[in-house]
Every structure is written in C-alpha cells, then in structure tokens.
T-cell receptor
C-alpha cells in the first residue's frame, strides 16, 4: 500500500462544476502539499497545509489530521484548470516529500 | 526574485554517455531536493542537499548517480553511463533555511531522453 493515496485517478467535468480531489495518507505528517502539473510543464505549488483550511481564488484545500485525509476543491471549474493535481506529504522529521500518483483532471467547455 | 532555474530543459543522450543536470535555487535558498518522474509514474524523492553537504540520499540509485551542491554555483545531478531506463523528468526544488524544507519551490524540470 502506498503511503499517499489519491482518488480519483482520472476526473472529467463540465465547465462550471464543483470538483473534489481526495488524498489519504498512512503516516504521521508535518505538512501536506497540493501541486499542479500541466502537460509538458513544470510543477506549481498550490497549497501547503499542516491543519485546517486554506483558500486561494477558486481553490480550497482542507486537511483533517485525525483522519489523515485532505481534499482539494475547485469551484466554478474552467478548462484551464485541466492538469494533474498531486498530493504530497512531508512525514515527521523528514525533509523530502512523498507523492501520490496524481489525479488527471479534464474540464470540458 | 527569479524562481528555481533548471537547465537544460531537454537533454538527449546516447546510452553510455554522461548527463549533467543543473539546478539554481531561488535566491537565499540553501536547501535543494531532486525528484524523478519516470514515464507514467509519480514523482519520487532522490536526494536532499544543503550547501556543500548531502543530507539524505536514500532515494538515489546506488550506482551511476551522484549529486552535489557546491558553495558557489548550481546544484548538479550527474548520471554516468546513462541507460534507457534513466529517461525521465528530473525536477529540483529549493527551500529557504528557516522553514526547514516546509516550503518547497519547484523548477520547470529537465526532460532526459536516452536513445
């Protein structure tokens, strides 16, 4: 079993829909990251969380430490949101990140 | 403040050649991480360096791979005698010292193709 599990693996939505991507992890963590990777492009850090909830524009990230679960929400989705969304955790005293396998999001116009 | 820079962006090497990938961290960042993304796979940690020190290389293959982060200049990931299985995207990330790696900023990646 991977330390970081994401669901769904693939998600297709119509423009305007509310989207949720889930991330579960099995280890104690000190921080969780949500990252965005566009096709052929680099990686952008969207959020870094250790507790609670963060919001940036149409993006919202939440984390429940007790349940070892985080969600990334996109409100009023747009085709430009199409990308791979990756959950990554920093566990304990380790410095490096452990990544989920990513969720491929496609938003259709 | 320029972001994390990686070069080259694309690198083609024949089997048996050496590949050198460079990463210039953001200004003021003294921590560098290298990650590898194999085709159709997720990102995997390779090595974590601070200036002139390798802190954690638990994700590095035992042979042919090495990394350095000198006092001056970029961090270098070196792959000797490349094989087709080394074809991947290699990303580096940097973080400032005071956050202990909590915030990591990623570069655009180097896409290595071994022919």
């Amino acid at each position: 079993k991977n330390e970081v599990e994401q669901s769904p693996q693939n998600l297709t939505a119509q423009e305007g829909e509310f989207i949720t991507i889930n991330c579960s992890y099995s280890v104690g963590i000190s921080a969780l990251h949500w990252l965005q990777q566009h096709p052929g492009g680099g990686i952008v850090s969207l959020f870094m969380l250790s507790s609670g909830k963060k919001k940036h524009g149409r993006l919202i990230a939440t984390i429940n430490i007790q349940e070892k679960h985080s969600s990334l929400h996109i409100t009023a989705s747009h085709p430009r949101d199409s990308a791979v969304y990756i959950c990554a955790v920093r566990s304990g005293s380790a410095r490096q990140l452990t990544f989920g396998s990513g969720t491929q999001l496609t938003v259709l116009p | 403040n320029a972001g994390v820079m990686q070069n080259p962006r694309h690198l083609v090497r024949r089997r048996g050649q050496e590949a050198r990938l460079r990463c210039s961290p953001m200004k003021g960042h003294s921590h560098v991480y290298w990650y590898r993304q194999l085709p159709e796979e997720g990102l995997k940690f390779m090595v974590y360096l601070q200036k002139e020190n390798i802190i954690d290389e638990s994700g590095m293959p035992k042979e042919r791979f090495s990394a350095e982060f000198p006092k001056e200049g970029p961090s270098i990931l070196r792959i000797q005698q490349v094989v087709r299985g080394d074809s991947a995207a290699y990303f580096c990330a940097s973080s400032p010292p005071e956050t202990g790696g909590y915030e990591q900023y990623f570069g655009p990646g180097t896409r290595l193709t071994v022919t």
